[in-house]
């Protein structure tokens, strides 16, 4: 599977972004996917993750404020981002993992300004 993620960008303390994440290949609905964020200097820590059947979990330092959803309808996993702190500044990767193989997709900047 291939993973596409965009909607990074550069937004003021307290605003809102929502990435996306499309995948390309078939049985998009059976992977659980991840949302991971990198800062610099720091390593790569898992944000949020949606299984198949739509159970969520999200990193303590987000609850509350980040959202991770899908549509299988459309091979994509989103992850809407309000009330951002300059601290969620990182790139963010999206993964795919079914039974212990991952995908990997690019990263998409996001930027907050205090």
């Known amino acids: 599977v291939q993973l596409q993620a965009s909607g990074g960008g550069l937004v003021q303390a307290g605003g809102s972004l929502r990435l996306s994440c499309a995948a390309s290949?078939?049985?998009?609905?059976?992977?659980?996917m991840n949302w991971y964020r990198q800062a610099p200097g720091n390593q790569r820590e898992l944000v949020a993750f949606?299984?198949?059947?739509?159970?969520?979990n999200y990193a303590d330092s987000v609850k509350g404020r980040f959202t991770i959803s899908r549509d299988n309808a459309k091979n994509t996993v989103y992850l809407g981002m309000n009330s951002l702190k300059p601290e969620d500044t990182a790139v963010y990767y999206c993964?795919?993992?079914?039974?212990?193989?991952?995908?990997w997709g690019q990263g998409t900047q996001v930027t907050v300004s205090s």
């Open positions: 993964s795919a993992s079914y039974r212990g193989d991952r995908y």
């Open positions: 290949g078939s049985s998009f609905s059976i992977y659980t």
């Open positions: 949606i299984t198949s059947g739509g159970s969520t």
